[in-house]
């Protein structure tokens, strides 16, 4: 079975800032999708980014990015010019390649972006 | 035009009723999905559903039924509420591969007192 864990329940970081939040993952596949949800105070999961585990090149989305490291198995997400509306929680998840399309969630981290 | 919706987005109840929550998607997806997040925020995936077939059924109480009339709808029916049934239910879309993006609803508060 697979595990997924955030070790930072919750973090800040001031606006026009960098921040990054850590994600490491337990897995014996090797090859598999690792995301990263955004949850807002409105509820709504939303996809932040994705990452393909046979990709070396880190995913990017404008402000948005991954260091992927397949062999520590780590996946972090990295927030350039934090904005307020950056404000929420964070999931980390992970997707096999071999079982459907199943998300695996981390327990999230609480970003607060403060002005 | 509301990709996945669902309804009601509010519930409270008494224990042991039972309730129904309903989801729709417009993606033309063919795989449909129940996640539960508790009170610690912590989610996770009770059932999926292939072209209306039951592809994915996590160790859920039987007293949690999904129904799946088509592809475009997957509801969720509670039978003998709990307290600790209290939780956001999310339902959520996909194609079936691996990899592909899963598109959640806005999520459905039951509390049960």
């Known amino acids: 079975a697979q595990t997924v864990t955030q070790s930072q329940p919750e973090m800040s970081v001031q606006e026009a800032e960098t921040v990054t939040l850590s994600c490491t993952y337990d897995?014996?596949?090797?090859?598999?999708?690792l995301f990263w949800y955004k949850q807002p105070p409105s509820r709504q999961m939303i996809l932040v980014i994705r990452q393909e585990a046979y990709k070396q090149q880190n995913a990017t989305e404008n402000r948005f990015s991954v260091n992927f490291q397949k062999a520590a198995k780590s996946f972090s997400l990295k927030i350039s010019d934090s904005q307020l509306g950056d404000t929420a929680m964070y999931f980390c998840?992970?997707?096999?390649?071999?079982?459907?399309?199943?998300?695996?969630f981390g327990g999230g981290t609480r970003l607060m972006v403060k002005p | 035009d509301t990709a996945v919706s669902q309804t009601p987005k509010y519930l409270v109840t008494q224990m042991g009723n039972d309730k129904s929550i309903k989801c729709e998607q417009n993606l033309g997806h063919d795989t449909m999905y129940w996640y539960k997040q508790d009170s610690k925020k912590f989610l996770k995936i009770m059932f999926s559903y292939n072209n209306k077939e039951l592809i994915i059924n996590e160790t859920v109480p039987n007293r949690f039924s999904p129904k799946s009339p088509d592809k475009a709808h997957l509801n969720l029916h509670i039978n003998s509420l709990e307290l600790g049934d209290s939780a956001v239910y999310f339902c959520?879309?996909?194609?079936?591969?691996?990899?592909?993006?899963?598109?959640f609803g806005e999520g459905s508060w039951l509390t049960v007192v």
């Open positions: 998840a992970f997707s096999p390649h071999n079982a459907g399309n199943m998300l695996t």
């Open positions: 897995t014996s596949e090797n090859n598999y999708y």
């Open positions: 959520a879309s996909s194609q079936m591969a691996a990899g592909n993006t899963i598109y």
